[in-house]
């Protein structure tokens, strides 16, 4: 095992109440680590950090096999039912800042539900409260993750036929993030094989930026 070196990817998730994140993040995890389940109120009301542990078999680097840990910031959402649009960009900004601040951000996830269409204007808020927190390059280090992707396909959607019927809203959305896009099916998520499939697809939009971060501050 002395060959085997390490890389850890660090990721938030972002999106409003009940659109799955908190579950998001425990399927990249592959642990239970986030609270989540069906309230009328919003769940999550701090940003926590979960780590998985080492992960083989995934990836290479220099020839040589790496093993890979996730580290993913669950945050609350926005819009939420008890904290306002600045409580919501503080909490995420300090987190963000306590907790990649030296090793930076690989990847921002949007997260949407698939089994919702998306409506002119609705992600608004969200993208801009994204811009605010990673800059003006922010696109280049965010990916839209759709969850409930079991649903979508129960009625009869695979991934082709869902984005050929996919509002002109969530279309372009894609294109502004390069297409770089993941959907999550909710019932099977915390199976290794399609956990594996989702962190595979991280890992090549991670490689495409050339392994590039966010957020990241000097000691000095």
Same mark, same amino acid.
Request: glycine content about 6%; overall charge neutral; charged content about 20%.
């Given at each position: ?91 995420? *900004? +300090?987190? #963000?800042?306590?907790?990649? !601040? $030296?090793?930076?951000?690989? %990847?921002? =996830?949007?997260?949407? *539900? +698939?089994? #919702?269409?998306?409506?002119? !204007? $609705?992600?608004?808020?969200? %993208?801009? =409260? ?91």
């Amino acid at each position: 095992m002395a060959d085997i070196h390490e890389m850890t990817i660090n990721l938030v998730v972002l999106g409003k109440a009940q659109a799955g994140k908190s579950a998001a993040g425990n399927s990249l995890l592959g642990s239970s680590d986030f609270e989540s389940r069906l309230c009328p109120s919003s769940v999550t009301t701090r940003c926590s950090l979960g780590r998985s542990g080492r992960i083989l078999g995934l990836m290479r680097r220099n020839g040589r096999g790496s093993a890979l840990r996730v580290r993913v910031l669950d945050t609350p959402g926005h819009p939420h039912s008890a904290l306002s649009r600045e409580q919501v960009a503080d909490t995420v *900004r +300090a987190a #963000l800042a306590q907790h990649f !601040g $030296e090793e930076g951000l690989h %990847l921002a =996830l949007l997260v949407l *539900r +698939a089994d #919702l269409p998306l409506c002119p !204007g $609705e992600s608004n808020d969200t %993208l801009q =409260l994204i811009q605010e927190l990673l800059g003006p390059t922010w696109k280049d280090f965010t990916a839209v993750l759709l969850t409930h992707a079991d649903k979508a396909e129960e009625a009869g959607y695979n991934e082709e036929t869902y984005l050929q019927s996919a509002s002109s809203s969530l279309l372009s959305l894609l294109s502004s993030v390069q297409h770089k896009y993941i959907f999550l099916d909710n019932h099977n998520s915390i199976i290794k094989e399609e956990r594996n499939i989702i962190l595979r697809k991280l890992l090549n939009f991670i490689q495409k930026n050339n392994y590039q971060v966010l957020l990241k501050h000097s000691k000095e």
